[in-house]
């Protein structure tokens, strides 16, 4: 397989053509799905402590967030409310604050931080009255089990099991 020989760093083995009812069945349910992020924030405006600790005591904050314009070119115009179910923020320095994020899966992180030009709304800047931006963001944890019927090539049944964790994918047939 050529992805074998490619690289060190990725093995791919019992690859398999999927159906699209069987992505259909992947897809359920990822509303419910959560992500948690770390992400590092600038802020235009100096800052202490007291200025962001009302970010903490936010919950299941609802956004609503236009198709990012850095995505524009390959996804279609529309506004999705997402959920921010929780933040937590660490004060750095006058401009610089780290903020760990709960969220819906879906949601755009960096445009929730800047407010991609109003099509965020709100987003971190509007919120604190400052212009935000984000220098660094980290995946946390990103971990689900999914049990999904397959079709193969032969129409044989399998099931497979995802387990995702921390950006690995184990495949188990």
């Not at 879906?106 to 931006?133: C, Q, W």
């Not at 129409?155 to 921390?166: D, G, Q, T, Y």
């Amino acid at each position: 397989m050529r992805i074998n020989n490619s690289s060190n760093k990725i093995q791919v083995r019992d690859l398999q053509l999927v159906t699209r009812e069987a992505i259909g069945h992947m897809k359920e349910g990822e509303e419910e799905k959560t992500k948690t992020y770390s992400a590092l924030i600038w802020t235009n405006k100096a800052i202490q402590r007291k200025d962001i600790e009302f970010l903490d005591d936010i919950k299941d904050l609802k956004i609503d967030q236009k198709t990012p314009l850095r995505v524009l070119h390959r996804r279609p115009l529309a506004v999705r409310t997402r959920l921010i179910h929780s933040m937590e923020t660490h004060y750095v320095d006058e401009h610089h604050f780290r903020l760990y994020l709960k969220t819906q899966a879906g949601t755009y992180i960096k445009e929730f931080v800047h407010g991609d030009f109003g099509r965020t709304k709100p987003n971190i800047g509007s919120l604190m009255d400052v212009t935000a931006d984000i220098l660094e963001l980290d995946v946390e944890v990103n971990h689900f089990i999914v049990e999904m019927p397959v079709c193969t090539l032969n129409s044989a049944k399998v099931m497979l099991f995802f387990f995702l964790a921390l950006n690995q994918i184990v495949l188990f047939t």
